[in-house]
């Protein structure tokens, strides 16, 4: 699959060129250092950076980065993609000229340092718009953090079918598949797995214990350097019924049209319309919409959430580079809500699936095996 | 301590009356009833997220998974939640608290105003108001349709006294953190990736529901969360590991592998002298040489009293000894202290 080279420093010299052309000299970039899977960080999207607390960098129009981090964090900045950081004792105490600033990521700050950083240096207007729109692909590094995670995903699916089983409680099963996704290299994992004969969303895990006829349902989203990926699944715990063996490739069928939409040029709306479509003419149309279905698939935080939730109204056009989530993950009435869903990269002449096994009805527990 | 956020917790999460039971809150809410009583309030707002939850958690027991939650506390009258996720998640967020009146958000505002509403109407105050956003903050200020008083102070104090149910809570987060340092120094010379699960394994099993382990990846290096940064570590190093358990973190900061050093002897021995005082002071002679500072720890990793605030009886302390030398680096060493009327009780050190 093809994709033109792509780095931080593209990205930094993009965001710099956006600033020179409507005249803001600097700009202020704030991080809560909540790192969610489905939030903005531009302080790690501009320095690769994550910090444990709340976080400051300055990007200028020349494309120098200067970071502000509290004693914790100061000395841990990456050197080759920063030009200077300063440790300060509070972040309000930030020397920074206001005039022709504007900020990034300021609505995400909690009140206390927002209202201090605003007292003293003004209101700063907005840029998150022009910052992200010209920053939507991953670069080359990340788009390799997100093949690695997508593969301890994979990986971590398979030690998932060997340990889940009844009586075992599901934040047990969670926790045990975390350690081995960490051990196999992510650093967090946004992981979210719940049980039950029939479900209506997916869900945290909880102290429940699994029961043979349930449907597990899982999201799985290893973080590997920053880089959030995922991939969702459906696992019956001992042999699935009749129905979910009929049903269940009805989601697989509308994900892939969904995928097949994807491509440069093409919207995110494109991609969630085919889904829809798709299984509305199976029969399920009023179950594609709120409240049983918000979006079908999303970009991953960290850095960018582009291209952003895979919605019907998302006009977002698709950009090689750009890495999202299409999952359909529907609520069907006969089987409660199920779960299939890729990380796809969009390459420069249509898309790439990750993972290397595309998503199927799995089965743990008293038969074992997959079908 | 401060640690990185993860993106959602997965450990046993789900409210367990028996171990914190429903008598434990209803203490809460009436001595917190009281001060709104003082402040002339009919309801209280009290904030949370993934990120700081330690004051939602006290009132409701909930930890907030997938974004921000808001409990509403009355006068009178059952307390309300307001939680974050889609509505068919609402069973899972169920599990997490005793109150059970919960709303699943679809607009803030909206959201707070006909609970308001449906409860008469009433004058309201804002807890952890200043760890919201500043959209979430302008939606509770339209639901509540007037200023909010800021009560973070007065029910930051109310929660400083711990209950023996606190302590006790607090004392097994502790053996979570032995165990996880344990298993850290067992395995750090495998390397720093291996060593840090192997830690978070031994928190697990020994009863955690979250932990977070630092290492730093040479002597007198600041301990920093898990990267891909993964040398075999060699000789002394500082760590820091917090874990948790029911809600109530325990904490340790220690450098492994230096037990026979003489500034690790002589911290633990000035660490154990302290947990005989109330008033946590060093000799001249020890302050010419050691840092000493403390903070609460509870629900919150950092929390009241604020660091190097005056200590009262019920207080929960993570009392903290580094040493002045700046060539030496990063080297500190802590413990856990349970303020008593008569002086402090040892709960847990490294």
């Excluded at chain 1, 994550?50 to 980065?65: F, K, Y």
């Excluded at chain 1, 300060?88 to 909690?110: C, E, H, K, M, Y």
């Excluded at chain 1, 449907?215 to 979910?244: D, K, M, N, W």
């Excluded at chain 2, 149910?165 to 067992?186: M, P």
């Amino acid at each position: 699959m093809s994709l033109k080279p792509h780095s931080l420093e593209d990205r930094k010299s993009a965001i710099a060129a956006a600033m020179r052309a409507v005249g803001v000299q600097r700009l202020l970039l704030a991080s809560n250092g909540h790192h969610q899977i489905d939030r903005f960080n531009p302080v790690q999207h501009l320095t690769g950076f994550r910090a444990i607390g709340p976080a400051l960098a300055v990007l200028n129009s020349e494309g120098r980065i200067y970071g502000f981090g509290l004693e914790h964090d100061a000395g841990h900045y990456p050197r080759s993609n920063i030009d200077g950081v300063t440790c300060l004792d509070d972040l309000q105490d930030i020397d920074f000229d206001p005039r022709n600033a504007g900020s990034v990521g300021f609505a995400t700050l909690p009140r206390r340092l927002a209202g201090a950083l605003r007292q003293r240096l003004g209101e700063l207007p907005a840029f998150d718009q022009a910052f992200y729109a010209v920053s939507a692909r991953k670069t080359d590094a990340e788009i390799d953090h997100v093949r690695r995670g997508t593969r301890i995903a994979e990986l971590g699916m398979d030690r998932l079918l060997e340990i889940a089983r009844p009586g075992r409680r599901e934040c047990d099963v969670a926790i045990e598949v975390n350690l081995y996704m960490k051990e196999l290299g992510a650093n967090d994992s946004f992981l979210m797995l719940n049980s039950g004969p029939r479900a209506d969303a997916v869900m945290p895990s909880s102290e429940r214990p699994i029961e043979t006829g349930d449907l597990l349902l899982c999201e799985l989203s290893p973080c590997v350097e920053g880089q959030f990926t995922q991939i969702c699944r459906t696992v019956s715990i001992g042999a699935p019924s009749q129905c979910v063996v009929e049903k269940y490739p009805l989601l697989v069928k509308a994900m892939l049209a969904g995928i097949a939409a994807a491509k440069p040029g093409a919207t995110v709306g494109d991609v969630c319309a085919r889904i829809d479509d798709d299984l509305s003419n199976e029969g399920y149309a009023q179950y594609s919409r709120p409240p049983f279905i918000r979006r079908r698939g999303h970009g991953f935080g960290g850095g960018s959430m582009a291209p952003g939730d895979v919605a019907v109204d998302n006009r977002t056009v698709l950009e090689p580079g750009m890495v999202f989530i299409v999952h359909p993950n529907q609520f069907l009435p006969e089987t409660g809500y199920m779960m299939c869903g890729e990380t796809i990269l969009i390459t420069d002449n249509g898309h790439e699936i990750l993972p290397q096994n595309t998503s199927r009805l799995l089965v743990a527990g008293a038969a074992g095996a997959r079908l | 301590m401060k640690a990185m956020n993860i993106s959602l917790p997965t450990g046993p999460f789900d409210w367990a009356p028996e171990i914190l039971p429903r008598a434990e809150f209803e203490r809460r809410l009436e001595i917190t009833r009281a001060a709104m009583r003082i402040a002339g309030l009919g309801l209280l707002i009290v904030h949370g997220d993934g990120f700081d939850h330690g004051a939602l958690s006290w009132v409701s027991g909930f930890t907030p998974k997938l974004g921000a939650a808001y409990a509403l506390i009355p006068l009178e009258g059952e307390p309300g939640l307001i939680v974050s996720g889609s509505p068919g998640m609402k069973p899972s967020a169920l599990r997490l608290s005793w109150i059970a009146d919960m709303t699943v958000q679809r607009d803030l505002a909206d959201d707070i105003r006909k609970w308001i509403e449906g409860h008469g109407g009433l004058k309201t105050g804002l807890y952890e108001g200043q760890a919201m956003a500043q959209a979430a903050y302008v939606a509770v200020l339209r639901g509540a349709g007037e200023t909010l008083s800021d009560m973070t102070s007065v029910v930051d104090d109310l929660r400083r006294r711990k209950s023996a149910c606190e302590i006790a809570l607090i004392v097994q987060a502790g053996r979570s953190v032995e165990a996880a340092l344990a298993a850290l120094e067992q395995s750090l010379p495998r390397g720093r990736r291996h060593a840090i699960i192997a830690a978070e394994r031994a928190a697990y099993a020994a009863g955690a529901q979250d932990v977070r382990v630092l290492t730093a990846d040479r002597a007198g290096g600041a301990p920093r969360p898990l990267d891909d940064f993964d040398p075999v570590i060699m000789g002394s190093v500082p760590v820091a590991v917090a874990a948790r358990v029911r809600g109530y973190w325990a904490s340790a900061e220690t450098v492994l592998g230096d037990d026979k050093t003489i500034p690790a002897r002589e911290a633990k021995a000035i660490l154990h002298a302290l947990a005989t005082t109330i008033d946590l002071s060093l000799t001249a002679e020890q302050s010419a040489r050691w840092s000493l500072s403390w903070q609460g720890i509870g629900l919150s990793l950092e929390e009241a009293p604020q660091r190097n605030a005056p200590l009262r009886a019920g207080d929960v302390v993570c009392a903290r000894l580094s040493l002045k030398s700046g060539s030496s680096g990063h080297i500190a060493w802590t413990a856990i202290l349970a303020i008593d009327p008569k002086g402090a009780r040892l709960l847990q050190t490294a």
